[in-house]
């Protein structure tokens, strides 16, 4: 019954598939390894871990190839078909969760937490810049983002005597490959931290930046976000996800965690997250928007469709453009085996959700990572496993947008 089920949402998904505007190509490997023993992970913190500038496709990950964890970065030229071979970008004993950002001129910011401290360095098909260490020890969870291509706003997370707190600083490209500081690390939050917090997102609009974070100071994990005005300082942190108390024996909230942040429009910024208020079946896949810039987010609203309802939802991740498009994708087994899905915001809630075909299927498709480049194009890469605790390689597929999906109108309230 169930297959017979499954069929029919192929088939109608197929359909979907062309008719929202969106024609997916076949799946191609990014860093191939033969060795059974090699296993790759995309855990870039707001599960950035692909990027797009103008006319190049980067990549990056971490995997035991050099016989510890450590993080490298591939490319795929626009119009290309094969990646280029891997390269390792970290050097120390091991590196974790790195994450990139596109920024002008084909070049690339990559970061990653290396032996405790939080790690940087310019990438691009032609060469990698010189590896300069950011933070201080005792740092992990980093993360990227751009608006203009050339100052970057980094954040992470900083132990502060008990607790992580995050901090953030500005980052720019100085002559040659330089890496030039822009005043001082700055905490987020300017009270000391009370308990820890953690996975950070950052989104940069022209008119500030956004950071979102789980926070466990009310002895529960909720999201709060923080808005400052460029080189400004941030606000009051705010609670992004509806609070809603189970019980006393069960929790004091409702379970959420892995916020992602995109920024998209004209200084708008969008946030996903999993959410377990539903309480039946684990996680699910919730978003809100700001249409001030991050000042104030609008209500929460259930991404996936009721086809899921039975089933946990894992690792969103969101990409928007200048157009307004926003799109979230997941991974979830409501075909009996995990795929990755794709839903995005039609401007009167979201749309039916797909399985790109490259993306579903035979095997286990877990951890998307998404952007959009310039065209509407939509960029994917997912972790494929023959079965489940096998050794895992990145796939990518690109979705070719031969509509015009429409953009959210969702407004702050």
């Not at 956004?210 to 909720?222: G, N, P």
Request: aromatic share 10%.
């Amino acid at each position: 019954m169930k297959r017979e089920y499954s069929l029919a949402l192929i088939l109608f998904f197929s359909t979907q598939t062309h008719a929202e505007g969106w024609d997916f190509g076949e799946k191609i490997a990014v860093a191939p390894v033969n060795e059974s023993s090699v296993f790759q992970h995309l855990d870039a913190t707001g599960r950035k871990s692909i990027a797009m500038s103008e006319k190049v496709l980067a990549v990056a990950w971490e995997d035991n190839r050099d016989g510890s964890p450590q993080a490298y970065v591939s490319f795929k030229p626009a119009g290309s078909n094969v990646f280029t071979s891997a390269k390792r970008i970290s050097s120390g004993q091991s590196a974790f969760a790195p994450t990139i950002v596109a920024l002008q001129e084909d070049r690339f910011l990559a970061a990653w937490e290396q032996d405790s401290a939080i790690w940087a360095r310019w990438v691009t098909p032609s060469g990698l810049g010189p590896s300069v260490k950011i933070s201080g020890s005792n740092a992990t969870q980093v993360a990227l983002a751009t608006q203009d291509g050339q100052h970057i706003i980094a954040a992470w997370c900083q132990r502060a005597g008990k607790f992580n707190r995050i901090v953030t600083q500005e980052l720019k490209a100085g002559a040659g490959e330089e890496l030039i500081r822009i005043g001082k690390l700055k905490p987020v939050d300017v009270k000391p931290p009370t308990d820890d917090q953690s996975y950070p997102m950052v989104a940069v609009t022209k008119i500030g930046t956004v950071i979102a974070w789980e926070d466990r100071r009310h002895q529960h994990t909720m999201l709060l976000y923080s808005r400052a005005a460029t080189r400004g300082n941030f606000s009051e942190p705010q609670v992004l996800n509806e609070v809603v108390k189970k019980s006393d024996r069960y929790g004091r909230g409702n379970g959420v965690m892995r916020v992602a942040l995109t920024a998209y429009g004209e200084d708008k910024v969008a946030a996903t997250w999993m959410d377990k208020r539903g309480n039946q079946t684990g996680y699910d896949v919730y978003a809100a928007f700001s249409s001030d810039g991050g000042w104030r987010f609008g209500i929460n609203e259930l991404v996936q469709d009721s086809f899921a309802d039975q089933y946990a939802q894992w690792h969103p991740a969101i990409s928007g453009d200048a157009a307004g498009r926003v799109i979230v994708a997941w991974d979830d087994d409501r075909d009996d085996v995990s795929s990755i899905w794709l839903a995005w915001n039609t401007g009167e809630g979201w749309s039916t959700n797909i399985s790109p075909p490259a993306a579903s299927g035979e095997g286990v498709k877990t951890s998307p990572s998404i952007t959009l480049d310039a065209q509407g194009n939509l960029h994917l890469i997912w972790l494929e496993q023959g079965e489940e605790n096998g050794p895992g390689r990145i796939m990518y597929a690109m979705g070719r947008n031969r509509g015009e999906p429409s953009p959210p109108t969702q407004q702050s309230k």
